[in-house]
């Protein structure tokens, strides 16, 4: 199995520029989540899935579109980026709540 | 919604000793509380969980209490060693269905040989 895999590693964009970042997981997971990290920071909630056709906001959602049409991925829309979304997004999955969470490697997303 | 403090920001030992890492939670209603460990470059990887109807696990090394009256949780980690050198992340669930975690800002853990 590969886990959590996101896709870019890295992206650089500019000002007002519009991107996804992908996220699949092959454990058959219902739970996905999306977070951002910034130093300082630590690992804060953007948005979450429990299921195929469910999403939901966590606590930094603005700024960020989601969707979840298979169990298998869960993307992440930035819509008209800002430097102020220059950040690594994890994203991660388990197979139900309050069960361990598997991480990706992270996208590093800078915005110019 | 849930908030997760954690202390301290960094600490450095020496190999050999005890690292504790502290943290509190907001909502009582929580009952799941795991711990990441995250590496240079990589995303957090779970080393440790506590549910609420336990006060202490152990794996080896590692240790986690639980104290749910005073609304804390700490990891204990014992005869420290330099590949222990990492960020370590608390969290707690955020919200009432635990179907995501609210982190801690991350402890900085320097072993030093």
């Known amino acids: 199995n590969a886990g959590v895999t996101q896709t870019p590693k890295f992206q650089v964009l500019k000002t007002g520029q519009s991107m996804t970042l992908q996220c699949a997981q092959d454990m058959n997971h219902e739970y996905m989540s999306w977070y951002r990290q910034d130093p300082g920071m630590g690992l804060r909630l953007i948005h979450y899935s429990v299921g195929a056709g469910i999403t939901d906001q966590g606590e930094v959602p603005n700024g960020y579109n989601v969707s979840r049409s298979t169990t298998e991925d869960f993307p992440l829309r930035l819509l008209s980026a800002a430097p102020s979304q220059t950040s690594v997004y994890f994203c991660?999955?388990?197979?139900?709540?309050?069960?361990?969470?598997?991480f990706g490697d992270g996208t590093r997303l800078s915005i110019l | 919604g849930e908030n997760v403090e954690q202390h301290p920001s960094t600490l450095s030992v020496q190999e050999g000793d005890s690292a504790v890492i502290k943290c509190t939670y907001s909502d009582s209603a929580s009952n799941y509380f795991p711990w990441y460990k995250q590496e240079l470059g990589k995303g957090p990887q779970l080393i440790i969980d506590i549910r609420s109807n336990v006060g202490e696990k152990k794996d080896q090394r590692i240790a986690v209490t639980l104290n749910k009256t005073a609304k804390h949780f700490s990891l204990h980690i014992t005869e420290t060693q330099p590949e222990d050198s990492a960020v370590y992340f608390c969290?707690?669930?955020?919200?009432?269905?635990?179907?995501?975690?609210?982190f801690g800002k991350g402890t900085t853990l320097s072993v030093s040989s």
């Open positions: 969290a707690a669930e955020a919200n009432q269905a635990g179907t995501a975690l609210i």
């Open positions: 991660a999955s388990s197979y139900s709540s309050r069960q361990p969470q598997h």
